[in-house]
């Protein structure tokens, strides 16, 4: 017998809440393993709500202690109670307090929902349904109340009391080790926003005065001894906190902000009121530990949680299934922001190739769902690229569509005509409209359906009428559960480019609205007429990936060489560039497959060349550029009956014969864009030493002479980690000479540092050697390996499972049956752990047959466990069907 799957819930089936609960004042008696907590709520029945309707509260793995109505005991024939449910009969009809006393175990909460300890600090996770597990509640986004929270705890191991808004009363317990702290929070919030934090850490103190002149207390609280790693992220926050008020006119709105960092947390961050709960990795940076790319990333999550307190906070969502809402709208802000800080067209690269190798498999395969999906059996399951990454695409869409300043007038009647308030998709697309006079219903569809749409271009060019035709089609193709698709409104950006690489200026005769450079493609067809175009132009089309959509267009090899030098759009160019190396590695692929000679083109080696040469083009954009399409990316463009061991084999003989042909300007590169001085996480500097480092990638495999030499002394010279764990990933993936000699020393050198052992575990993961399964199985049982710590998971089985594709599909299935074997280890401790490694399973279909019946049977062996995790249980039933 297996366990089956809790009954799914559905958007269509939303009823508001009976009741309201408008204060919450709870007592958190802190302990180990026995802590209490009283929660008084004020409760008022809502409108229409009939007398005697009965008051039913979440609770997940609860005991109760105590229970009073209005001040008195409650008879037990009044009430039922589970560890997940408390239901009261019959409630008053007035408004009446509830006083609800639990107990919970904070050591034994593996799972990291609710109050659990990371290294003896008390922390919370409540997004989405954690806050159940500290108390009875009405558990849900649109149930938003005042909280007031009391914390007691041994000042001895608890220095540290903190919780949701400002703090308003501290002090001793009857002259006992205990002590106590009261926080007010004046904002109404869901539970879900719910926290606190009690430890013994240190803090980190800083202030921001507001646009009004607030002085707002910031404050980064951390183990003893990484205080000087934070000051990047508090640089970040300030940086933040004044782009949201000059970018958007939104301001901060308590008198202190608190960060803190965690070493065991679930996900990213969480952007509880006031009171932020950080994994440690998006925290902590210096330049001996973090590297160029952490830096970005915790600028980018520093933000990105600070923008909630507007977009999630002040307005949240009414139901999960509009997590969109605050998630896609604040993942655009975090992309805006970043592209401001740094460089835009480098950040929109990067936005784009995460969009296309996470959220477009996704897209393509069983866990496809649209960006605010309609059913759910496990809300955990839907913190996805789709509603994060696809959803912020879609409000990047609405701004193209609208125009900058229109986009503005939509969101900022967005925000005085929701602020307080838990609102839907409609309800914001609403704003747009009313705000800019513009129907929307079409654009609707972007949050309705799911799959990536395809477009079909063809081109014509007429030299006698001097006419320039486009013809395009879109379609979605099909998606598990979605009978039809619908014509989605597509804002195509574009450009014709004409042989002296610049824009031609053409009027448009006929066809498709175009607004400024943007075609609205509307209908299923459609096609548009250009006039006044005396020579052929090259169609750059897409650019600035103003959609999220795949092209399907036949550019002949030399049109995309000139767009990928002249495009006057620079994500165009760097696209060409990519899309010219992905036809050779398709072609690459195929020969490899039949076991045919791999011989790469030589045009599209020199392509590489000229990039490398080109002496105009940013450095940071160079490195993009010259990386190859990743193994997953070329997987995914195969499509069907995908051998991973071509794909590899293709991608590195590419790879070295772009090395050995370029060696000379290799040579040179790595040493010309290596930057001097001290280390600066900055953008520009940054950029250099990606190119530096790209150049080397190539260079160690170019036959040169001195590639070990340079790469083991560069790697024993670092000053920074970006340099030192380049060459070990180079090291250890290369299997050059020195790579135990370089694995043992970096062991050595940061032994005591998590995060920095991290990537040494990451490193080794996703080595393509053929023993490498049988090493991360021996690193796995290692005593360095804590099962118990997400961050180590994700950097050794993770990164195995979704960067290692022919060490995991490997043709003796032994790569599928370890990471199910470890899925159902720790499926057991911490279920979102367990289910997101499952999800590595998601491309599983489009694998050659071998694989394939491999991949199904080791996938069934965990769909007839008798005892899986609601989380995992949803995961695999989609993943099967
Ligand atoms: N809102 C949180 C994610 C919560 C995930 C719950 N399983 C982080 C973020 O998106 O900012
Ligand atoms: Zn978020």
Not at 303 to 324: P, S
Not at 858 to 880: N, V
Request: hydrophobic fraction near 40%.
């Amino acid at each position: 017998m297996r366990s089956e799957s809790a009954p799914a819930i559905r958007l269509e089936d939303y009823q508001p809440p009976a009741y309201r609960i408008d204060t919450v004042h709870l007592t958190i008696r802190l302990h180990p393993s026995e802590t209490e907590i009283v929660s008084v709520v004020s409760v008022t029945p809502a409108e229409g709500t009939a007398t005697g309707t009965p008051f039913v509260l979440d609770g997940d793995d609860l005991t109760l202690r105590g229970l009073a109505l209005n001040g008195e005991t409650l008879e037990e024939d009044a009430y039922s109670v589970t560890p997940e449910r408390l239901e009261l009969f019959s409630p008053p009809a007035e408004p009446f307090e509830l006083s609800v006393t639990t107990t919970i175990n904070p050591d034994a909460n593996t799972q990291l929902m609710g109050l659990y300890r990371s290294s003896g600090t008390y922390c919370t996770q409540c997004e989405a349904e954690g806050f159940r597990r500290i108390t009875y509640f009405l558990d849900r986004p649109d149930v938003l109340a005042v909280y007031t929270t009391r914390i007691e705890a041994s000042r001895t191991d608890c220095p540290i009391l903190l919780a949701n808004g400002n703090p308003v009363e501290a002090g001793d317990i009857d002259n006992s080790d205990r002590h106590f702290c009261v926080w007010h929070d004046p904002h109404p919030k869901p539970a879900y926003l719910f926290a606190l934090v009690a430890g013994d850490l240190a803090r980190v103190q800083d202030s921001f005065e507001t646009m009004s002149g607030a002085l707002v207390e910031l404050n980064i609280f951390v183990e003893h001894g990484n205080e000087a790693m934070c000051a990047w992220a508090m640089d970040s926050l300030k940086r933040s906190m004044r782009w949201d008020e000059e970018t958007f006119g939104l301001e901060y709105d308590l008198e202190v902000f608190n960060i803190v960092a965690v070493s065991d947390f679930n996900m990213g961050a969480m952007e509880n009121k006031g009171l932020n709960i950080f994994n440690d990795k998006y925290v902590l940076a210096d330049p001996e530990t973090a590297t160029d790319q952490d830096y970005a990333n915790i600028e980018a999550v520093i933000a990105h949680e600070y923008f909630h307190n507007w977009t999630g906070n002040r307005i949240t969502c009414r139901d999960w299934f509009q997590l969109c809402l605050k998630e896609g709208l604040t993942v655009f802000r975090d992309q805006e922001f970043t592209s401001d800080m740094r460089s835009r067209p480098v950040k929109r690269i990067a936005d784009v190739r995460l969009l296309k190798s996470h959220q477009f498999p996704e897209d393509a395969g069983p866990l496809a769902h649209p960006v605010r999906p309609r059913a759910y059996h496990e809300i955990n399951n839907f913190y996805t690229a789709t509603v994060y990454e696809k959803g912020a695409e879609v409000v990047r869409m609405l701004k193209t569509v609208l125009g900058a300043a229109d986009f503005r007038k939509g969101l900022d009647l967005y925000f005085e005509r929701h602020d307080g308030d838990a609102t839907t998709i409609e309800a914001f697309l609403a704003c747009f409209e009313d705000a800019t006079e513009t129907d929307l219903s079409q654009f609707a569809r972007w949050y309705e359906q799911a799959g990536t749409p395809v477009i079909s271009v063809k081109t014509r060019h007429d030299p006698e009428r001097q006419t320039f035709t486009v013809d395009l089609a879109q379609e979605i193709p099909p998606v598990p559960g979605q009978k039809t698709s619908k014509p989605a409104l597509i804002p195509l950006r574009f450009g014709l480019v004409g042989a002296d690489g610049n824009d031609m200026i053409a009027a448009r005769v006929d066809g498709i609205e175009i607004a400024g450079d943007v075609m609205l493609m509307e209908k299923a067809r459609q096609k548009v007429t250009f006039s006044g175009v005396a020579s052929k132009p090259v169609l750059s089309l897409l650019r600035g990936f103003s959609a999220p959509v795949r092209l399907d267009q036949t550019q002949s090899e030399d049109d995309l060489k000139l767009l990928a030098a002249r495009d006057s759009d620079p994500f165009n160019r760097w696209q060409a560039v990519q899309t010219l190396a992905m036809q050779e590695l398709l072609r690459l692929t195929q020969r490899a497959r039949s076991n045919e000679t791999l011989d790469p083109s030589h045009s599209v080696v020199e392509v590489f060349g000229r990039v490398l040469q080109d002496a105009e083009l940013d450095p940071a954009l160079k490195a993009l550029a010259l990386t190859l399409p990743s193994e997953a990316d070329i997987a995914q463009e195969v499509g069907k009956d995908v051998d991973p061991d071509a794909i590899h084999a293709a991608r590195q003989r590419l790879r070295t014969e772009i090395a050995v042909r370029h060696r000379a300007a290799l040579s040179a590169a790595l040493n010309d864009f290596m930057p001097s001085g001290a280390y600066s996480p900055d953008a520009q500097t940054a950029g250099k030493r990606a190119l530096s480092n790209r150049a080397l990638h190539y260079y160690a495999v170019s036959g040169a002479d001195d590639a070990s030499e340079i790469v083991w002394e560069r790697f024993d010279g670092a000053d920074n980690m970006t340099d030192r764990i380049g060459c070990l990933t180079l090291l250890t993936h290369d299997e050059m000479p020195d790579r135990d000699k370089a694995l043992d020393a970096y062991r050595v050198r940061h032994e005591d540092n998590s995060l920095a052992m991290d990537k040494w575990f990451m490193v080794q993961a996703t080595a393509p050697g053929p023993d490498t399964l049988e090493h991360v199985q021996s690193l796995k049982s290692g005593s360095l390996f804590e099962e118990s710590n997400p961050n180590r998971v994700r950097a050794l089985l993770q990164s195995f499972a979704t960067g290692n594709p022919t060490q995991f599909a490997r043709i003796d299935g032994a790569g599928f049956e370890f990471i199910v074997e470890s899925v159902l280890e720790i499926d057991k401790r911490n279920p979102q752990v367990a289910s997101r490694l499952l999800t590595s399973f998601r491309s599983w279909r489009a694998l050659e047959s071998v694989r394939c019946a491999l991949a199904e049977s080791a996938l069934l062996k965990i769909s007839s466990c008798e005892e899986l995790s609601r989380d995992s249980r949803d995961i695999i039933d989609r993943t099967l069907q």
